[in-house]
């Protein structure tokens, strides 16, 4: 089976650093992915992580260590515009043979208040 | 600009009926997934298609049927709607391997009394 976790919600302030965790146990782990999702809209590819380490982008990070199960997306420079959903999400070899087919954590709530 | 649309956007429906949503993607993409969305369980997989004819269930496939008879579509069917699917239901395509993201429509809010 599978299991992912991450923080219900989260708050944190404008222009400051915020790190949103999350946690999977998944056999035949082949991939993590980060999505952002605004209230009442589609989700949005963020991060795509398969091997251990830092991956940048702009003001977003996401890292990974395939040993510990763990990753974590960071958001730098805070903005109002970056309060939505932090939706986790791994694949793996062990879904039937499967490409590409996903399982989704329940996602983050962070609230950036000025 | 390529895209992937739902249709309808909302819909209200009732205990019993038959109900369809829609799903086009200009992309070409091979890979085609449906998902339901709801407070405290986050999206769900409910079927999902490599190609054109083939089809395989997710992990809330109960009640829900899909069909794939050309690239572009993967229309969802509800044969019975219960209370219990009034959901947000979204579509997603990608390219056919592990390393592509996933795309996804805008959304159609199914309500069912």
């Known amino acids: 089976g599978q299991n992912i976790d991450q923080p219900t919600e989260m708050t944190a302030t404008e222009g400051a650093i915020v790190q949103i965790n999350c946690t999977y146990q998944?056999?035949?782990?082949?991939?993590l992915f980060w999505y952002q999702q605004h209230a009442g809209e589609a989700p949005t590819f963020l991060s795509y992580?398969?091997?251990?380490g830092l991956e940048e982008k702009g003001r977003f990070s996401s890292f990974l260590s395939r040993s510990k199960g763990y990753s974590y997306l960071l958001l730098k420079e805070l903005q109002m515009k970056d309060s939505a959903s932090y939706l986790c999400?791994?694949?793996?070899?062990?879904?039937?043979?499967?490409?590409?087919?996903?399982?989704f954590g329940t996602g983050t709530l962070l609230a950036v208040q000025p | 600009d390529a895209e992937i649309t739902q249709s309808p956007r909302h819909k209200i429906t009732e205990t019993g009926r038959q109900v369809t949503l829609a799903c086009h993607q200009t992309?070409?993409?091979?890979?085609m997934f449906w998902y339901r969305q709801d407070l405290g369980h986050g999206l769900r997989l409910i079927h999902y298609?490599?190609?054109?004819?083939?089809?395989n269930k997710g992990e809330v496939s109960d009640g829900y049927s899909v069909s794939r008879s050309n690239t572009e579509d993967l229309p969802l069917t509800l044969e019975s709607a219960a209370s219990s699917q009034t959901s947000v239901y979204f579509c997603a395509s990608s390219e056919s391997s592990d390393y592509n993201e996933q795309f996804f429509g805008p959304g159609t809010r199914l309500t069912v009394l």
């Open positions: 998944t056999s035949g782990f082949n991939g």
């Open positions: 992309w070409n993409h091979n890979n």
């Open positions: 298609s490599y190609g054109v004819q083939d089809t």
């Open positions: 992580n398969v091997l251990d």
């Open positions: 999400a791994v694949t793996s070899m062990n879904y039937g043979g499967a490409t590409n087919k996903l399982i």
